[in-house]
């Protein structure tokens, strides 16, 4: 659904009892982090009409009693309890304590109350967690933090949860991912009420970009998600991550493992949220971005030291995935990056990554035919994550956002 049909859609809403679409309540609990939290406060609770944004009324609740304590040990007392909510049109959880309790059953009654009279309900960072145990995100997309996206997907299996969006808009719920992603659907919601001029003077006002391009991919590494690491399923997980250079589908981790196929896929997504095709295409073209960074290898090379069957095959995936041409990406990365360090950053690879022989040559491979011969390997899905030097400002634009299909 575009921006446009989304706002449609949520104007077409209807707001029970006391409730206005202009209030906004933000729901507040002991333990939360402060940033996040003073997020929707800084977005809906200060006056800038003189710079052409339109005003909300901001309602700060108390979601347990006070005082709620925060980051470095701050005490906060919320002037509103749980009751008012019953007049938000919009109620925000920017963030809860923690991913492994669970959030008080007032709140979480409260939450659901609000949805069912037409409330528009979001949740920041893990603020997704409270959502999810509500059931409000039951058979719905959603996102959170990338280190945060396999424990939500394997708690909640209802929802889907998509760790490489920056925030998911899926009507009358939203989701985003950590700390600044919060802005950026903070800025989306005023750009769906007020029209993309409110929003671009909001940003002005609070010096962001009005829209970021591309999404948590560029921040995924190749860890594990903390839930696999004693599972037996790990091993096989952690070959394929050290076998990337290999060809090699599926069916053969399946064999690895001791499963069928089918129950492979099924206990695979049960731990990391992600299917182990997607998986694997993603761990590949993460490895390719490295080798593209930080060696003077030509794509055909890398699509070889990758896994890939083909060029032809590491083009597709890198293009569908980072919406660029490896040589493109290399350009765009080099252009904003001293030459010294990629040079010294080669040195690494060339030792990580085992060499290959011409990539073109594989035609005999038990992997040359079917989707899977082009993906290999895989680890926590669409959860795993490059280093840090994985972001690059320039980096070409990813779908940065997702509105309701």
């Known amino acids: 659904m575009s921006q446009d049909s989304a706002a449609a859609t949520e104007a077409a809403r209807k707001l029970t009892g006391r409730r206005r679409r202009e209030v906004v309540a933000v729901l507040l609990f002991s333990g939360g982090p402060i940033f996040e939290s ?20 901001l309602l700060v609740c108390g979601g347990e009693e006070g005082p709620l304590r925060t980051t470095g040990g701050l005490e906060l007392t919320a002037p509103y309890g749980l009751e008012a909510i019953s007049r938000a ?27 069912e009279e037409g409330a528009r309900i979001v949740g920041l960072c893990t603020g997704a967690f409270v959502l999810a145990a509500a059931g ?32 998911v808009d899926d009507g009358d719920v939203l989701t ?32 962001v970009p009005p829209r970021r391009s591309g999404g948590q991919e560029r921040y995924l590494d190749r860890s594990l998600p903390e839930e696999i690491g004693s599972d037996p399923l790990a091993e096989v997980v952690a070959w394929a991550l050290e076998h990337l250079h290999e060809q090699f589908d599926v069916e053969t981790l399946a064999a690895r493992a001791y499963m069928s196929r089918r129950t492979f896929d099924r206990r695979f997504r049960s731990l990391t949220g992600s299917a182990p095709l997607q998986w694997l295409i993603t761990q590949r073209v993460l490895q390719a971005q490295r080798l593209l960074e930080t060696s003077d290898y030509s794509v055909d090379e890398v699509a070889g030291r990758c896994g890939f069957r083909s060029p032809v095959a590491l083009r597709g995936h890198f293009r569908r995935q980072l919406g660029s ?21 080669a040195t690494v690879v060339e030792t ?27 680890g926590p899905g669409e959860h795993s994550l490059p280093g840090p030097d994985a972001y690059v400002p320039g980096r070409p634009a990813l779908p940065g956002q997702r509105s309701a299909p």
Do not use: N
């Not at 058979?139 to 760790?163: E, F, I, Q």
């Open 38 to 57: 003073s997020i929707p406060l800084s977005v809906f609770g200060i006056d800038r009409q003189d710079a052409g944004v339109p005003r909300y009324r």
């Open 89 to 115: 049109g919009t109620v925000v959880v920017p963030a809860w304590r923690s991913i492994t309790s669970p959030p008080p059953a007032e709140a979480l009654d409260a939450l659901r109350r609000a949805h």
């Open 136 to 167: 409000l995100l039951d058979g719905r997309p959603a996102t959170t933090h990338w280190m945060y996206a396999p424990t939500l997907a394997k708690r909640y299996p209802s929802v889907h949860v998509d760790p490489r969006e920056l925030f």
């Open 176 to 207: 985003s991912a950590g700390t600044a992603a919060g802005i950026d659907l903070c800025l989306h919601i005023v750009r769906t009420d007020h029209g993309t001029e409110a929003a671009g003077a909001l940003a002005r006002r609070l010096v």
């Open 325 to 345: 041409s490896p040589a493109a990406y290399r350009a765009a990365y080099r252009a904003r990056r001293p030459q010294g360090v990629a040079e010294s950053a």
């Open 352 to 378: 990580m990554v085992p060499s290959q022989g011409p990539p073109s040559g594989r035609r005999g491979s038990p992997v040359s035919s079917a989707p899977v011969a082009v993906a290999a390997s895989v």
